[in-house]
């Protein structure tokens, strides 16, 4: 059974800092790339960030460029979001998600999301 579990959010003031973790179960974790997605209120989901199998490589949202960091650890089954210089703009669940072939089929799999809220 596949999970995927979101931590980390919160409120924070602009111009601070968030660390989101996700862990996942359920499937061979290095053999996938991982994505951040999020969605503000009244808004769609947005891709935030991704992040291949290994790591080496990695793509971000415009808006986020410069300021988020996607990181993954391979032994501990763990991907990050580090984000840094937050806006209010940035408000909104964050999801982690993960686009996996377990039964001939490719589907996608989503945590719970994680609120992050950006205000002062």
């Known amino acids: 059974q596949v999970q995927l579990v979101e931590s980390g959010g919160g409120l924070v003031q602009p111009g601070g800092s968030l660390r989101l973790s996700c862990v996942a179960s359920?499937?061979?974790?290095?053999?996938?790339?991982l994505s951040w997605y999020r969605q503000a209120s009244g808004k769609e989901r947005e891709l935030v960030a991704a992040?291949?199998?290994?790591?080496?490589?990695?793509n971000y949202a415009d808006s986020i460029k410069g300021r988020f960091t996607i990181s993954r650890d391979n032994a501990k089954n763990t991907v990050y979001l580090q984000m840094n210089s937050l806006k209010p703009e940035d408000t909104a669940v964050y999801y982690c998600?993960?686009?996996?072939?377990?039964?001939?089929?490719?589907?996608?799999?989503w945590g719970q999301g994680t609120q992050v809220t950006v205000s002062s």
């Open positions: 359920g499937f061979t974790f290095s053999r996938y790339g």
């Open positions: 992040i291949t199998s290994a790591g080496g490589t990695t």
């Open positions: 998600n993960a686009e996996l072939n377990l039964s001939g089929r490719w589907n996608d799999y």
